[in-house]
């Protein structure tokens, strides 16, 4: 067997890169090909079902990097709740790379995008609600006040995202994420 040119790992990196680019519907597998230094016949022997496989590979692979990455650490109890937050925050502002990167949820939530992946993306975002709801309860924050705040922080990270590219001001950014330091550290 003929070793691999691109490796995996590569290989999903620059499938992020170009589903957080251009969006589901609008990546072309020649843009794939061209990302990936891969030709289409090796796309399809490695994703048999196209570029929808290959868009449900990347959101396994986010889910897996910031189940790792963020949630776990936001879930260390050998860490103080402070620091779990500050560590936290800090591979959000590293996942999103200060605040140029797109959300993946958002680049293929879009039309067609949203009805192949809804699962997906509900999942997922219903798991930032549930660690950050965690979060606020290791803080003292009574439960019901503890959802409403990991909502209000979802809405804070994606809407600032928005606001980045939108404003080209990556201050946004890194203001949402000090305020949501002092919101749950003050609280």
């Known amino acids: 067997m003929r070793p ?14 170009v589903f957080r680019e251009r969006g589901y519907e609008g990546t072309s597998l020649a843009e794939i090909a061209k990302a990936t230094g891969l030709k289409k016949a090796s796309l399809y022997h490695r994703f048999p079902n196209g570029k929808q496989e290959m868009a449900e ?9 910031v189940e790792t990455h963020i949630f776990k650490v ?11 937050l500050v560590a936290g ?12 990167q797109v959300c ?3 680049a293929l939530s879009m039309k067609s995008g949203l009805e192949l992946f809804q699962t997906q993306i509900e999942n997922g975002m219903k ?18 006040k503890a959802r409403e705040e990991a909502i209000q922080t979802l809405v804070e990270i ?3 995202l928005i606001l980045v590219k939108g404003l080209s001001d990556l201050k946004i950014f890194e203001n949402t994420l000090q305020k ?3 919101r749950y550290i003050t609280t």
Request: a negative charge; hydrophobic letters at 35%; zero cysteines.
């Open 74 to 84: 936001l879930l260390d109890e050998n860490q103080t709740p402070e620091e779990r």
């Open 127 to 144: 798991r930032w609600i549930e660690v950050f709801e965690i979060v606020g309860k290791t803080f003292q924050i009574s439960s019901s």
């Open 158 to 160: 994606q809407g600032s």
């Open 89 to 100: 925050l800090d591979s959000i502002r590293n996942f999103y790379n200060n605040g140029e």
């Open 104 to 106: 993946v949820f958002r």
């Open 4 to 17: 691999q040119k691109v490796l995996d790992i590569d290989m999903i990196t620059k499938l992020t890169e």
């Open 180 to 182: 949501i330091k002092n």
């Open 57 to 65: 590979a990347v959101l396994s692979h986010v889910d897996e990097w």
